[in-house]
């Protein structure tokens, strides 16, 4: 896989965000705009895999993306919406990393 150059013009406020936040992070503007790009590519393609994954099998009562993972659970008769400090905030349907290990 090759590289590219890639030429942007960005406004002087813009660009001193930027050299801020790279530079909390100990990186150069460059590194840190690329390293912002793939997280933000590989969120979008993880997305899209999950939307795939909630098509092919069927989502049952779920929603998408959105709705599975950026709603809050709702309440259920006799149980308190509060969590445990230790506990996840994962949605019901999500397996803990955890789950089965003693």
Request: no cysteine; aromatic share 6%; net charge neutral.
């Amino acid at each position: 896989m090759g590289t590219s150059v890639l030429s942007l013009r960005i406004d002087g406020e813009l660009l001193d965000r930027l050299r801020h936040h790279a530079g909390i992070r100990g990186m150069n503007v460059q590194d840190y705009v690329i390293r912002t790009l793939v997280r933000t590519d590989f969120d979008e393609r993880f997305k899209a895999a999950v939307e795939e994954t909630q098509r092919f099998y069927g989502d049952g009562d779920q929603g998408p993306y959105e709705q599975s993972y950026g709603q809050p659970e709702p309440e259920q008769p006799g149980h308190s919406a509060r969590r445990s400090p230790g506990r996840h905030a994962a949605p019901a349907t999500q397996v803990s990393p955890s789950a089965g290990i003693r």
